[in-house]
């Protein structure tokens, strides 16, 4: 008689917590019209561009689904300056055309505030002189590094990588 007794509090129990879990809400497939009230295009909202309109205080504090977390890294704009260094397509097929043949790599500078990657003019550093690239799309990430790779004594390619999040992303350089 006590096992059924305890058994039927539990069974009260976990419908009571699956009642309260669902916030009474039985109708699954009638939206109600608070919600569509606070969508994009719902019919509640008249605002305008500029922030007038009869918003409700919960719809200006509401997030839209357009805003980004606070956390997640977002596409810088593109440098406006350097050589453009466009990322391939495809780059695995893009690395793979330099398999066998005489690869070189020098360091370059990267900033992150530009997104211009900027290496010397020469091969070997011999001269003061600096060029610069333009990588797009920019590389997103903390503690990124930019090389430039010659193939067979030609620039042909910027690679640059981050440490947070782990990434590697080779560019081609646009000829001029």
């Known amino acids: 008689m006590m ?3 305890r058994l039927l509090l539990a069974l009260i129990a976990a419908f ?3 009642a309260f879990a669902c916030n009474g809400d039985d109708d699954d ?3 109600s019209p608070s919600a569509s009230a606070r969508t994009p295009n719902g019919g509640g909202d008249t605002a305008t561009p500029d922030g007038g309109g009869d918003k409700s205080p919960v719809d200006q ?3 839209t689904e357009s805003e980004t977390p606070l956390n997640t890294p977002t596409q810088p704009p593109p440098a406006t300056e350097g050589t ?4 391939p397509g495809n780059e ?3 690395v793979a055309q330099f398999a066998g043949r005489d690869v070189q790599e020098q360091t370059c500078a990267y900033n992150p505030a530009t997104r211009v990657t900027e290496c010397c003019a020469q091969s070997d550093c011999s001269t003061p002189d600096r060029v610069k690239y333009a990588v797009e ?3 997103v990430g903390q503690d990124i590094s930019c090389s430039r790779g010659f193939v067979d004594g030609q620039p042909e390619y910027i690679r640059c990588s981050s440490v947070d999040p782990q990434q590697n992303k080779y560019y081609e350089i646009q000829v001029e």
């Open 3 to 5: 096992r059924r007794y």
């Open 16 to 18: 009571a917590v699956l």
């Open 29 to 31: 497939d009638k939206e």
């Open 61 to 63: 504090e509401t997030p």
């Open 84 to 87: 453009p260094a466009v990322a």
């Open 92 to 94: 695995s097929i893009y």
């Open 137 to 139: 799309p920019p590389l």
